[in-house]
């Protein structure tokens, strides 16, 4: 069975930085591509940031490139997004996902099959 379970989400105030990480089980982990979603209230999912199995190839939207990091640790079955200067419009719930193993294009929401319940990201200005 397939847990994928976020942690580490939180209150900050604009500029800060915050680290939010997701722990997989149940999947072959360095298989598949991992993505950070979020939803923001009122607005629809957005793919932030996604990283391959191996970790060489990268996705990341243009609203936070530059200041967010996601990185992967197969030995660990972890994958954490760096989130820096962050602005009050990153506030969202931010979910990470799982892709079937070795996708074609890690940049698409309909890779994604395995989802995390979410974690509350919140920035205030």
């Known amino acids: 069975q397939v847990q994928l379970v976020e942690s580490g989400g939180g209150s900050v105030q604009a500029g800060d930085s915050l680290t939010v990480s997701c722990a997989a089980s149940?999947?072959?982990?360095?298989?598949?591509?991992m993505g950070w979603f979020r939803r923001a209230p009122g607005k629809e999912r957005e793919l932030v940031a996604a990283?391959?199995?191996?970790?060489?190839?990268?996705y990341y939207a243009d609203s936070v490139k530059g200041r967010f990091t996601a990185t992967r640790d197969n030995a660990k079955n972890t994958v954490r997004l760096h989130m820096n200067s962050l602005k009050s419009e990153d506030t969202a719930m931010y979910y990470c996902?799982?892709?079937?193993?070795?996708?074609?294009?890690?940049?698409?929401?309909?890779?994604?099959?395995?989802w995390g319940q979410g974690i509350p990201v919140s920035v205030s200005t």
């Open positions: 149940g999947i072959s982990f360095g298989a598949r591509a």
């Open positions: 996902a799982a892709t079937s193993p070795y996708p074609r294009n890690i940049s698409i929401t309909s890779a994604y099959l395995s």
């Open positions: 990283l391959s199995g191996g970790g060489g190839v990268t």
